[in-house]
């Protein structure tokens, strides 16, 4: 995303720079021989030799991919836009006055392109058919732009005439010299608001798409819809939307924005649609109202690719920010907030700016209320003893609460040092959000000890209907007081900006006071956790938005003492020493069997079990490392080499803090590695000696999140692991995945390679062990015979394959045939 917003900010430029040097005419006699260039690109082709190699970091290594493979024609591209309008205003249509109906159409056929391509294009063709469909379309444009750099210069030269435009249709606004003179020129303060309302929503798209699939659902594709109605909202406001639909849209936007603050800070539970809806519907209505806001200050067509240059500028800054600088400063994902509260800020007044006398007491007094409220319920919680001074001081010093807290004192001192408004307004503006917070904190520590005091308001949500999850007694349901303050500020968008912000401020410093979480860690591949899953010490697991990564039962010294001498104080004096070693011994094996995914009862369990003693592998290879709990079937004598793309996940799983399944291999004399990259790539770099030095098992375990490695199965790559692969090895795909099925995938793959292939798939009814997960798993082999005991096995059974499902390759692929419609 950065990398195409950094090139249609590079075309922008050069709209700008060119046709304002140049002037037009000249600028489209430059831009009809700019348009040869890229034939010198085309078609478009990708150098696998700059792939990223597993730098903990790739986006500049991506960058440069995607620049060697597309920058110079997608720049031309991008660059005929905004000249296109550049131009179209140049004539004497009767549309010229305002051609920014021109940028609706273009945002219109890139929405089309953006669901025209998974639909349509990526089904039926391949790679190097789409590539070169796309250098056709390429020379078609071409053609029709040379069409209108002619017709530009057949037309009559007109004089450079300012156009003012109204707000509302485009037509010549009724103001006096004066007051045309000043509109007119855009001055520094307007640039500046022009690029705070395209940064905002385009941070917030990319915040909600990151939000969405880590932690609402893990669904391919999902990325679209956010992308789809960031872009159709330019399509809308440069439609010459009335007036009164924006205005609309400015009022709901608060109620939009405060009901997900509130819905992040109380850590709701529903239905993944309805979170999906709300969501969603933030980032419309704050897209509508952002570039409404620009759709209505569009200045004169001469200023026209100065305009869209800032627009890009903002867009370009938000892609940067939430890509490159949010994974730096941020352990979770508080882009996302940051753009509401940036989005509350830019909100227009919706009533006068200016404050009544009336206005003031009525402020005045609900200052004393938040104030005195806040208070009571503060020294309800230093009172009994839960508002833990020092504990709240630590947990303020995380990154995700110092970077909010800076970044609210910033906007609280540029406003108090260069608005314009009166004193009076600035105090009030700052103080209630201030006092706001100060009932925030109240409510989360004051009410959590003290339900029966709130027992009347109780009732009232009884009697009222009220979902459970909304009870005004607990953590979860104080919110709903600091909310309903919250919403008295949305006249003003200091006051609302600033106190949407201290929800989310003391959000996040309860979020770091969780004391189940032992660690957190981002990187460019996502924000992820080791927590200790109830809190007494049994299991830690590492988790990425809501997708698991692995668990571990882990040795607590207490519970220890408890199994094991326990059960000694009965034994005999001369069977007790006996006694003890052996329950050690079993309490150690137990801290080292996986659960869950790798449980000795799923599938991975009996491939690995079902090989021992003279028949045991002796070289493996596992593509995603997780927390290494497979290693925990690792036998003295064995070769493991995991492969794993993200350097964080290694870090962690080092970490005997938090896993010990690799430190326990490498005690047990486990011969074990970790090499970081792509696991394609890395895998086929390593070169063997002997056809028998080769892995025995190969196993792919990447498959179980939103992001499907598609590289990772198709027949090319199929042909890449059996070359790696002994004669009697196996190849092992763990495939559960709720939103996907790749089992005809794969079934299509062995029937093209004539090779043996079984799978095994579990339902949640037939697991007992509250330690297993349902497991699907597909194994494959050059020879059925590699399959050993699991030949004879009933719960193995062949893989089917699907008509409408074609043979992927690295050319081919398309996901939507294998997604699970039928979703519960």
Known sequence: MVFFQAMLLLGYLYAHLTSTWLGVRKQALLHVALLFLPVLALPIVVNASLAPQGEANPVFGVLLLLFVAAGLPFFVVAASAPLLQKWFASTGHPAAADPYFLYGASNLGSMLALIGYPLLLEPN?????QSRLWMIGYFALAMLIVFCAVLLWLSPKLPAVRRPLSAADGEPQTLDDEQRKTDDVPGMGRKLRWIALAFVPSSLMLGVTTYMTTDVAAIPLLWVVPLGLYLLSFILVFSRLPAAVHDVLSWFMPFAVIGVALFMLLDARVYIWQAMLMHLGVLFLVSMVCHGELARDRPPTQYLTGYFLL???????GGI??????PLIFVTIQEYRLALIGACLLLPFLGSPRRSTLGFCWELALAWAIGVLGAW?????????????????????NRDTLAIALGLLLVIAGYALFSRSSYLDRLFDIVLPILLGFLVMGSIWGLHLAPPTLGFLNAWRSFLR???????????????LPVFFCLLFLRRPMQLGLGVGMLFLFGSLVTAMNANVLHRERSFYGSMHVDDYEGDGNYHRLVHGNIEHGWQRMFVPEHLTAEIFAPVAACRPQDAALWTLIRQQIWTRASQFPVMYFHPNTPYGQLFLSFHGDHAKKNIAILGLGTGGLSGYATRGQKWTFFEINPAVEKIARNPAYFTFLSDCEKRGIDLKVVLGDGRLQLKKIEFARPEDRFDVIVFDAF???????????????????????????????????????????ARLQEKANIAGRIQEQDLAEITDSEQYPTQVVILAHDEKAFGELLHDPRWRNLETRPSVGLWTDDYSNLLRVFNWDIE
């Open 125 to 129: 063709q391949t790679l190097p058919q």
């Open 311 to 317: 627009m890009s500028l903002g867009g370009v800054l």
């Open 321 to 326: 920010f939430n890509t490159l600088v949010a």
């Open 377 to 397: 319920l503060v020294r309800l919680g230093y009172r009994d003893g839960y508002l833990n001074l020092p504990r709240i001081g630590a947990a303020s010093l």
């Open 466 to 480: 009220l979902p459970d999850w909304l009870s005004l007694t607990g953590q979860r349901g104080v919110a709903g």
């Open 704 to 746: 179980t999140s939103d992001a499907i490695p598609i590289h990772l199965i198709t027949y090319d790559a199929l042909k890449d692991y059996l070359s790696k692969l002994t004669e009697d090895g196996i190849i092992v795909f763990h495939i559960s995945n709720r939103y996907v099925s790749l089992e005809p995938v794969i």
